[in-house]
């Protein structure tokens, strides 16, 4: 394990008015996403789709500061023969790899999942490092469901944290950067309350088991959700509520070691996610850089632009690059409700 390389590449993750792009969809969930424009998930259209956000130069360069690939696209090669990886590292930012294999069924807690991927890691990690990968990311998802007995249960929890520190110390003796993303889910009917309990008993476990598997916290970066009400949750909580209840749980539970906090955007609209990170940002200092590892708020207007005509390219990057800035911008707490609607007019 080389300490100096893994911090290094950590606080690049996090450097200053640049965050993480989530370009990491499995097959079946870019199929989604491709679904909804009306183009077919073939092969080339997946590659023509990231070689059009991945040179995009004015995003990458100023505001995105890692990409995280699925393993078909770190494998991929542009229409030029360039591989996407080195599109990617050629405009400063760095490659990251989804290592995860998804979800399965966590026997004996129905309705919950535990997320794979440890057996043969280390050796893949080897491969993905030759590939270009710098860091990598790995996924647990934690439901919140009223019930007998409620959903989260105290197996769903301890499971999945301790495989995510499992994989983390794995990545670390690879000298690759783990992305440690323990997500609570905002899709149910739950207040932000309850989401707040639920995510502080999740970040609580996450760093214990951290700690148990030795994990150097300078070298990981932290992907949480925001502490925020569910989806279906008929009164759902102000912006400010959601910043204030972020911070709080988060202060509670992060080590100051950690390296940098990068939010997932897990459903939100695209510039309510903008809107909270900047809030949060606003509540500063923290004790961490605090940015986002964003998929859907950062991709979904520039692949509606896109939608599969290579003629609507350029509009789309443009699309991405302000996104992009938008959320460059909050990640310093700089961001202003104006700056959207001046460019939505230019
Ligand atoms: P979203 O921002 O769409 O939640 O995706 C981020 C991510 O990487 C989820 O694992």
């Given at each position: 394990m080389n300490r100096d390389e893994l911090v290094r590449i950590a606080?690049?993750?996090?450097?200053?008015?640049?965050?993480?792009?989530?370009?990491?969809?499995?097959?079946?969930?870019?199929?989604?996403?491709?679904?909804?424009?009306?183009?077919?998930?073939?092969?080339?259209?997946r590659r023509d789709y990231r070689e059009m956000l991945f040179r995009s130069n004015e995003a990458m360069k100023n505001n995105i500061s890692g990409v995280i690939l699925f393993d078909e696209t770190i494998r991929q090669k542009a229409k030029d023969d360039t591989p996407l990886a080195k599109i990617?590292?050629?405009?400063?930012?760095?490659p990251g790899i989804k290592v995860?294999?998804?979800?399965?069924p966590l026997f004996g807690c129905p309705n919950e999942t535990i997320t794979e991927g440890l057996d043969g890691l280390g050796?893949?990690?080897?491969?993905?490092?030759?590939?270009?990968?710098?860091?990598?990311?790995?996924?647990?998802?934690?439901?919140?469901?009223?019930?007998t007995p409620?959903?989260?249960?105290?197996?769903?929890?301890?499971?999945?944290?301790?495989?995510?520190?499992?994989?983390?110390?794995?990545?670390?003796?690879?000298?690759?950067?783990?992305?440690?993303?323990?997500?609570?889910?905002?899709?149910?009917?739950?207040?932000?309350?309850t989401c707040a309990h639920v995510t502080e008993w999740v970040l609580k476990t996450q760093f214990q088991e951290l700690f148990y598997q030795r994990v150097m916290l300078e070298g990981i970066v932290l992907k949480p959700n925001m502490v925020i009400s569910g989806k279906?949750?008929?009164?759902?909580?102000?912006?400010?509520?959601v910043a204030e209840k972020t911070v709080t749980c988060l202060k509670n539970c992060?080590?100051?070691?950690?390296?940098?906090?990068?939010?997932?955007?897990?459903?939100?609209?695209?510039?309510?996610?903008t809107e909270h990170l900047d809030l949060i940002n606003k509540l500063g200092p923290l004790p961490w850089p605090v940015?986002?590892?964003?998929?859907?708020?950062?991709?979904?207007?520039?692949q509606k632009m896109w939608s599969g005509k290579a003629e609507n390219a350029a509009a789309a990057q443009r699309a991405f690059a302000h996104r992009a800035r938008m959320n460059g911008l909050a990640s310093q707490g700089q961001w202003k409700q104006d700056l959207e609607r001046v460019e939505k007019a230019a």
């Open positions: 606080n690049a993750m996090v450097a200053k008015g640049k965050g993480i792009l989530a370009a990491d969809e499995s097959s079946g969930t870019i199929k989604k996403r491709f679904d909804a424009i009306g183009v077919e998930s073939t092969e080339d259209n990617i590292a050629d405009a400063g930012s760095l995860d294999k998804g979800v399965k050796e893949r990690l080897v491969e993905y490092r030759k590939l270009g990968a710098r860091f990598a990311k790995w996924r647990a998802v934690i439901d919140i469901a009223a019930g409620p959903i989260p249960s105290h197996t769903a929890i301890h499971t999945n944290a301790h495989a995510l520190a499992r994989y983390a110390a794995i990545c670390q003796e690879n000298d690759i950067v783990p992305i440690v993303e323990p997500e609570v889910l905002m899709d149910g009917a739950h207040d932000i309350d279906k949750n008929a009164k759902r909580a102000s912006p400010e509520e992060v080590p100051g070691a950690v390296a940098g906090i990068a939010f997932l955007s897990g459903g939100q609209a695209d510039e309510e996610a940015t986002f590892s964003y998929g859907r708020a950062l991709q979904h207007l520039p």
